[in-house]
């Protein structure tokens, strides 16, 4: 038992070690997890033969994962993405796994372990490469939902993959384990049976998930709501998606395609949020355990002896599958960075991978010396999908963005105003009207053609260009200017835009756009004058409705919305220098948490005290700042 503990401590220090460094320097969480099997494997040798067994208990986060997927999903959805579905992803595996045969052919293969190592190489990574596109929002991306199409048939063409295999058994070669084939044929339903029975099972086990899914799956979660006891609701959360997994299991499909389907059936209960807030935690870390056993299962034995080998195959393993992609991109329409986004996100081999080479050593496919290279090719096109992620952060997406700056030249500034706008976005464009509404003449620029054409509809005088770029501010009369509204889009650009301006142009007033607190603090240090969070007024707006539909009245709500903002204002100043004092990196120091609970205090007393309705008088509506002063937020 002592040794499981220490095993299982070992896994999560790692973990809690590596994601972390990884995330602050932008390399992502699944490299974090690999870097951290790596460490804790080969390199140190903390842990050893149980990584196998471990990863199979892993792979269970990909089930859970693709069960949440199916959640998001309904069959109206799965639909309309039928074009992508089929073509998009049925000519993805076709065409790769046909790249694969060739290339394994031109090796000198049997044509048999060709065929295999054809559809290995066909999958790609779901596990990381939704989890990677969830965590940099790409998702709802035009690539987003290109890859997602693809990974989604990958899944569901491990079915035939599996069907298949056994038909191409090479005589004479011997079989990995005769232990490891009699126990998967002792778990399986079909193992023995003819066609036809084979098939009507298969079917019979689909059709009880979709129908027990959707008639079932109520009466079921009503009973256990009805408990009062959230763990059971827990409970019965993973009950539903093992009791999938082994159903599937048990009649040779795959656990992936039942959850995902169970998903789908249930997308339109009223228990889905409570479902995907229950499994989301397990999915999280049985996820990460993955990544860390594939780091942590590379065979560094093979890998010196064959490295050379290792390396050539995996480069051509992404190599070749980003060509194909990437001609499917063009095809489809998906061009731009969003095609890049589609080709190297796609472009290496997944974890079912592993799964397709044990079933091919097992019915004798592929000799076993050769599935050791081949999983080692398949852990470093997995190892490296982080760094082709980067590379698209950091190679691809400047470019565009740079393309589009270049397809038109910025508009030449004919007029000059007292207050510029820099950034007419959601958020810009209300200024602009206000101010146009008040008869204050104002030059409004932004990167975005389409505002940019919303504003001159409306007579308000705007110029496409870069407001960060100092001779567009100089052309627009910067240097004359009484107040600079910076609303851009861009964190980064906008701090810098006002450190600029402050330190070249100090007698301009700065009002400045922040996206959060933090975001805040960095402008006023940048020197800006008055800075507002842009949902700092709107979420004290609802919250005082949310105060008046509880049953408090509408003068207390207002006063106590008041009372919210003078607090802040109170101890703004407290805030703003326990943050300077913050070591960088380190959101929260004890100061700033001991001043946030004090905060609260206070407006806890203030909130408490009693209340009599006051005059309208005494009712402030609105009151301008006072000269200096800064907004809360």
């Excluded at 590596?18 to 040798?45: E, M, N, Q």
């Excluded at 209960?269 to 993955?290: V, Y």
């Excluded at 407001?467 to 600079?484: K, P």
């Excluded at 120091?589 to 408490?608: A, C, I, N, W």
Aim: glycine share 10%.
């Amino acid at each position: 038992m002592t040794e499981y503990f220490i095993q299982a401590f070992i896994y999560l220090i790692a973990a809690v070690v590596a994601v972390p460094l990884a995330k602050r320097y932008g390399l992502g969480s699944v490299l974090g997890y690999l870097v951290a099997g790596v460490v804790i494997g080969p390199v140190t040798g903390l842990v050893g033969q149980e990584t196998e067994v471990i990863q199979h208990f892993a792979e269970f986060g990909v089930v859970m994962m693709l069960f949440l997927v199916g959640m998001e999903l309904d069959p109206k959805a799965l639909w309309a993405m039928r074009v992508r579905l089929l073509g998009l992803g049925g000519l993805q595996v076709v065409l790769t796994a046909g790249a694969g045969m060739a290339i394994a052919w031109w090796l000198g293969l049997p044509w048999q372990t060709t065929v295999a190592v054809g559809l290995i190489f066909s999958l790609s990574s779901t596990a990381i490469v939704l989890q990677t596109l969830n965590e940099k929002g790409l998702r709802k991306t035009e690539g987003g939902r290109g890859a997602f199409s693809v990974l989604l048939f990958q899944d569901i063409a491990v079915i035939p993959m599996l069907a298949v295999i056994p038909l191409l058994m090479i005589t004479g070669l011997a079989a990995t384990s005769a232990a490891e084939a009699d126990n998967y044929s002792s778990f399986s339903l079909v193992a023995n049976l003819p066609g036809w029975a084979h098939a009507l099972v298969v079917v019979g086990a689909v059709a009880a998930v979709i129908v027990g899914g959707h008639y079932l799956s109520r009466p079921l979660f009503r009973y256990v709501v009805q408990s009062g006891m959230r763990e059971v609701f827990t409970a019965t959360a993973l009950m539903l998606v093992i009791g999938i997994a082994a159903l599937m299991s048990v009649v040779s499909l795959s656990p992936a395609l039942g959850a995902f389907l169970a998903g789908v059936v249930l997308a339109n209960s009223e228990f889905r949020h409570e479902l995907e807030a229950n499994i989301e935690p397990f999915k999280g870390l049985l996820m990460g355990l993955f990544f860390i056993t594939v780091g942590a299962g590379i065979n560094f034995e093979v890998l010196a002896a064959q490295w050379g080998t290792v390396l050539a195959l995996g480069l051509a393993v992404i190599v070749v599958k980003a060509a194909v992609l990437l001609l499917l991109a063009q095809l489809f329409g998906i061009r731009g960075r969003d095609g890049w986004l589609f080709t190297l996100g796609l472009a290496q081999a997944g974890e079912f991978g592993f799964v397709l080479l044990t079933y091919s050593m097992q019915n004798r496919v592929i000799p076993t010396d050769i599935a050791q290279v081949l999983a080692l090719v398949v852990a470093l096109s997995m190892f490296l999908t982080p760094l082709l992620f980067i590379a698209y952060d950091r190679l691809v997406l400047p470019r565009y963005r740079d393309a589009r700056n270049e397809q038109r030249e910025a508009d030449v500034i004919e007029e000059q105003a007292p207050v510029i706008v820099a950034g007419v976005g959601r958020f810009g464009q209300i200024v602009c009207r206000l101010l146009r509404a008040s008869k204050v003449p104002i030059v409004a620029m932004d990167l975005a053609l389409d505002q940019i054409e919303n504003l001159r509809r409306i007579n308000i005088k705007s110029y496409f260009g870069d407001a960060s770029r100092m001779e567009l501010l100089e052309t627009a009369g910067i240097a004359n200017a009484r107040l600079l509204v910076v609303a851009i889009d861009d964190r980064d650009r906008a701090v810098a835009l006002v450190h600029h301006v402050k330190q070249h142009y100090p007698g301009v007033w700065v009002l400045a756009r922040a996206f959060d607190r933090g975001h805040g603090y960095e402008l006023r240090q940048a020197g800006a004058d008055d800075v507002v969070s842009e949902t700092y007024h709107s979420a004290l707006e609802l919250g005082g409705h949310a105060l008046t539909a509880f049953g408090v009245h509408p003068l207390r709500s207002r006063q106590m919305t008041w009372a919210f903002v003078n607090n802040e204002k109170a101890h703004d100043d407290e805030l703003f220098d326990a943050w300077k004092d913050i070591e960088e990196g380190i959101r929260f120091s004890p100061r700033y948490s001991e001043l946030f609970m004090k905060l609260e205090d206070t407006l806890g007393h203030v909130m408490q005290q009693d209340w009599q309705p006051p005059s309208r008088e005494d009712v402030p509506l609105w009151s301008p700042p006072k000269a200096g002063e800064r907004s809360p937020g």
